[in-house]
């Protein structure tokens, strides 16, 4: 497997297509995060001294370390088509009949996959973080604490890695298991943005002031959930294919300090789930799949 991984990622390192990726990566790194400070400037207002902001360091991180961010669009696209290249160049034909058996085969491309779009995608966001901090408040909260806001980056980097390790599964899969790279970068497109869809609706609920009614609130929270847990699971795991995380939105909707543990597990042990499964799905496929 080391090999093997060390051959395909010279073989990665040498395509154009990488070194286009790394330049618009590093671009984007850089412009999009100086595009919200600019927006933050001309939209903020300032009374009595004091400067009101509408982006913060914690926001820039958790909207970067998305897979509906400009990155999160753009790297699976390319890396879906550097993936795909071993077959049109006939790579994978080479690899397995040289010994290489197929799962191991699946499996390093499946680790490519993680790597290249885990690794741009925190350059992203720690550049983008690395900018707003330099240029706009830590956080929004006047009152916040510095270890539960670093708490609240630190469940955004675990929920955000398991997602992408569902996201990178269903482009091997349908890479190595149907061959189509149409299907390898639409099908996830489109899940990620019923995802988006269906959490942006919990997050507007939880963020609607319903009154100072507690009912009222909890009626909020419980539509919040069955939205994420029922409409999500219906939907093809989309809820877990979104950053609109609403859990955030949830716990600080009605004024918690805390996370909620339950919504935290939900969203990190159902998708490593349904990508293991997944992932034992295409290679079964691709162990019968005839490379003529």
Do not use: W
């Not at 850089?30 to 300032?46: A, C, H, K, M």
């Not at 349908?174 to 489109?190: C, E, G, K, Q």
Request: proline share 2%.
């Amino acid at each position: 497997m080391r090999n093997l991984l060390k051959a395909d990622f010279f073989r990665i390192f040498k395509d154009k297509l990488f070194l286009a990726l790394c330049i618009s990566v590093g671009a984007l790194s850089i412009f999009t995060p100086l595009v919200y400070v600019g927006i933050d400037r001309l939209i903020s207002v300032e009374e009595e001294g004091v400067t009101s902001h509408i982006f913060c360091a914690v926001d820039l991180f958790g909207m970067f370390f998305s897979l509906t961010s400009v990155v999160g669009i753009l790297v699976p696209v390319l890396t879906s088509i550097i993936l795909n290249r071993d077959f049109k160049n006939g790579v994978i034909r080479n690899k397995l009949t040289s010994g290489k058996n197929r799962e191991t085969t699946y499996l390093a491309a499946l680790i490519e996959n993680l790597i290249l779009e885990i690794g741009f995608t925190i350059v992203f966001a720690l550049i983008g973080f690395i900018i707003g901090v330099t240029f706009l408040p830590f956080s929004l909260k006047t009152d916040y604490v510095f270890s539960t806001e670093l708490l609240h980056i630190f469940f955004i980097f675990i929920i955000n890695i398991c997602v992408l390790v569902f996201h990178c599964s269903v482009i091997t899969f349908f890479i190595y298991a149907t061959r189509s790279l149409a299907l390898a970068i639409i099908i996830p497109y489109v899940i990620v943005n019923i995802g988006s869809t269906i959490t942006s609706i919990g997050s507007i609920i939880a963020a609607l002031e319903l009154g100072n009614n507690p009912e009222s609130q909890l009626i909020g929270l419980k539509i919040i959930e069955i939205i994420n847990f029922y409409g999500g699971k219906e939907a093809l795991l989309s809820s877990f294919m979104s950053n609109n995380f609403s859990i955030f939105a949830l716990t600080e909707g009605v004024g918690y300090n805390v996370f909620d543990v339950y919504h935290v597990v939900g969203y990190t042990v159902i998708p490593l789930v349904f990508a293991a499964l997944l992932n034992y799905l295409g290679i079964t496929i691709f162990r019968k799949k005839d490379l003529k």
